[in-house]
């Protein structure tokens, strides 16, 4: 928080202009006067405003106004401050930040201070939707759900899917919702199984199910309930402690379980547009803790993702710095081919504007092609900008995205006030006056018309494969040595083929069978169209006779309730359903590696002929062994798309030449005889579903929540701890915090923990997925008494420090070339034993030694999570040497006290001979400056210089407090 300063006239009183006869005001920067505005980027202009309503002289100051507004020559120059207008939580990365708060309560009373001072001054909503999942689905409903991993019991199998009869006109009054379709006599008798939930459980809202065969009323589906209800027993403890925190703390808002993925509150809820607040109006934007907070660029709100603990810096109340952009102008020009989906056209975008390299940049569309993309597919394009490693992909607000507001529960009031002000400020734009275009730091042209349908995989997001090169691409990559897309496959091996049983049928698995075919929250949700054309796209297969074979472990997992809502009033829902894709509830599922055990004989298929089993999902994250242990190509693609795979069984088919499947009159069935039509999905979305999807999230919203409700929490301004919890614990960040601050100290004889390669994850770092039960975090666990079906995954217990750094490291997919093998193993140099990463530390740590680590290129890729920082910090890691480190977790090892140093361009571990069983001293001089060279000396008489990687004096300062949180506390203290 900042100092105190005496009350004074703003800064920029001169630029308040006023709206509504008089009563808003706003700060209007066209009144400068500067042509300079006029040519500013429009994401740069909401910037500029932030920081003009913010300026204070501390955290903003004038000089960083002048500096954004000569944005042309201070681009990747200057640092500047930007003050968002919110902050997005999810549960996950959201639990940390406000265990942090309730532990910096404890930390400052000790100090005297009034623990209530402690509060987010950004206004912050925290979503929980990650905790769900799939203990319970169509394929494989489990008598005991395992979500710890290893043996499961013996699944009960839902009755086999099958040709449906020719849908009827009228039937009898009740169908059970199962997979098989029901008959005329099944209509009139009662389910086989209740549908309804357990009493505790809060019934999920939607319209009523219709039985595709007899148009009449189905059950509530059992499976999204027995998730559900799984959810909320094993989550108790976090979501008491998460409602604590709706009461205790001012400025926080918690959305319960069942309402939706945190993106798609965010678009359909949250997001604001334009705030009006105390009789000021200003832009909405946000920072969110949520990969996918990008997405909300595409209604021309400027926001992006950031770790838990830049997130608790802006709570409470210090911009986030950054580095003053370049903006790359996306020109989109031609015309959209008619079978091309926005997620092929996401792809595509992905793909040039990988190539172009704008890693670090803000991404602008505009040209005469963007005026073709409804606001649900700018959100979809905007969500993948992280995957290019833009900060942001920006979509100004036009009349297509005020045309879609319209549609969305805005009163005409907010409607007219939002135009108004976006025009007066020059917000809003016309794509098809070119006068209007900014200056950009350079433009790139896409032409529309050139995309193709693509899938993306079968290990990377950025490894695209067109659809009618699939087949080719698959042989190539199961030839090819093991890497980034290849599996080095025996040639004599290649044409294996595994018999196996289920369900009393014999089937066979070959190399590219399918066997996780998953819609989920991810990207594409939030995009009717795309959800549609696969709804579509069932009906179509199920009335041809097309099936699902049934060991394919099938899901659809929406990112929100109106997902489950417009597939249903548009009559498709019952078809997905008929395939296996049976709503299983509401939250992010298998994209963050919580799928249920497939079924052992499928296992033991795979392992027994040493198949490539694939995936094939719709989302956008992938990496190897993320779904599974044993499906080790995994597939990107849209949802119509993995509906036609899960179909067709397998990723080794070429859609034009091979067929689907076969009718049992012996037809056969090719895609293009089932997929629909751009006008037919165009006249749905805008029959059934736009209007529809905003009324009934508000309804959803609305209404009483009754486990939420009725959940108990502590009614106490300082969290009462409870020792005996393994999901909520007050961590160490702020033990011996002393009010003075130490000058930054020598990293003196420091041992390697870690010797890694390029592109180590945060996957890689702090795994989200289930705890496996030879892990250490798992001794820890059965240490306090709890059996593996109780571990729950990690993401979960992100609340918990004791379990995160046990986890830390912790992916069975780490290549430590220490130990020259895939796994959570390292060796301790001292002794030269092999050990688990965390008992090598803790070793370390009772020896005194400190740590570093030593790493490749793109050092903390993927999605944010501040354990990736927290965890190594609290394992005695000190410092990180790598090639180059992803922008965002670079950021948050500063934040946690960890120096990231980077070798010199050109050099490496290899390049200096390191073999990482040297010892390692760094010094540190008293005051560090911006991108400076330190010498790093071995035991061994070596000596090389890195750049110390401090972007400018926040960095500094946040690392001499030995991070951002204890910073913040010497301030209020």
Partial sequence: MAPAAPVQEHPYSHLIDTLKDGSLKFFNPQKFNDPRYENLPLSIRVLLEAAIRKCDGFYVKEEDIENILDWKLQQNVAEVPFPPARVLLQDFTGIPAMVDLAAMRDAVAKHGVDPALVNPVCPTDLIVDHSLQIDFS????????????????????GPPRATPPKPQAKG??????????????????????????????????????????????????????????????????????????????????????????????????????????????????????????TMINGLGILGWGVGGIESEAVMLGQPVALTLPQVVGCKLVGSINPLTTSIDIVLGITKHLRQAGIAGRFVEFFGPGVPQLSAPDRTTIANMSPEYNATVSFFPIDQVTLKHFTK????????????????????????????????????????????????????????????????????????????????????????????????????????????????????????????????????????????????????????????????????????????GFEVIGYGCATCVGNTAPLPESVVDAIKQGDLVACGVLSGNRHFEGRLCDCVRANYLASPPLVVAYAIAGTVDIDFEKEALGTTLEGKEVFLRDVWPSREEVQQTEGDTVICSIFRELRTRMGKQNTFWTNLECPDSGVFPWDHRSTYIRSPSFFNKLSKEVQPPQAIENAHVLLFLGDKVTTDHISPAGSIARVSAAAKYLMSKRLTPREFNSYGARRGNDAVMTRGTFASIKLQNRLIGKSGPKTLHIPSGQTMDVFEAAERYQREGIPLIILAGKDYGSGSSRDWVAKGPYLLGVRAVIAESFEKLHKNQLLGVGVLPLQFLPGQSAASLELSGKESFTIALPESPSPRQQLTVKTGQGKSFSVTALFDGDMDIMFYRHGGLLRYVARTMI
């Fill in 408 to 579: 969305t529960n805005f009163s005409q009031e907010k409607l007219e006030l939002l135009e108004s002000y976006m025009k007066a400020v020059k917000l809003f734009r016309n794509y098809e006056e070119p006068s209007e275009d900014p200056q950009y730091s350079e433009v790139i042209e896409l032409n529309l018309s050139a995309i193709v349908p693509h899938v993306s995989g079968p290990k990377r997001p950025q490894d695209r494969v067109a659809v009618n090169n699939m087949k080719e691409d698959f042989h190539k990559c199961l030839k090819e040595k093991v890497g980034f897309k290849g599996f080095h496959i025996a040639e004599e091996k290649r044409d294996a083929r595994v018999p196996f049983l289920h369900g009393g049928q014999e089937y066979q698995l070959a190399h590219g069978s399918l066997v996780v075919a998953a819609v989920i929250s991810c990207t594409n949700n939030c995009n009717p169209s795309v959800m549609l054309t696969a709804g579509l796209l069932a009906k179509k297969a199920v009335e041809a006779g097309l099936v699902v074979k049934p060991y394919i472990k099938t899901s659809l997992a929406p990112g929100s309730g109106m997902v489950t809502h417009y597939l249903n009033t548009s009559g498709v829902l019952p078809y997905l359903s008929q395939l």
């Fill in 138 to 157: 169509k394929c494989a409903i489990q008598n005991t759900p395992n979500p710890g991993g290893g043996d499961s019991q013996s699944p009960v199998q």
């Fill in 172 to 293: 009898g009054s009740h169908c059970g919702g199962q997979r098989a379709p029901c008959s005329k006599s099944s209509c009139s008798d009662p389910p086989s199984s209740p549908g309804g939930p357990r009493p505790s459980v809060q019934q999920i809202e939607n319209t009523p199910l219709l039985c595709p065969f007899h148009l009449q009323p189905v059950s509530e589906p059992e499976t999204a309930l027995k998730n559900q209800e799984m959810e909320l027993t094993r989550n108790k403890e976090r979501l008491q402690f998460f409602k604590w925190c709706s009461k205790a703390f001012k400025n926080v808002n918690v959305v319960p379980p069942d309402v939706g993925a945190v993106h798609q509150v965010n678009l359909e809820y949250l997001s604001r547009v334009v705030h009006v607040n105390a009789g000021w109006v200003y832009p909405d934007s946000v920072v969110g803790t949520d990969s996918h907070t």
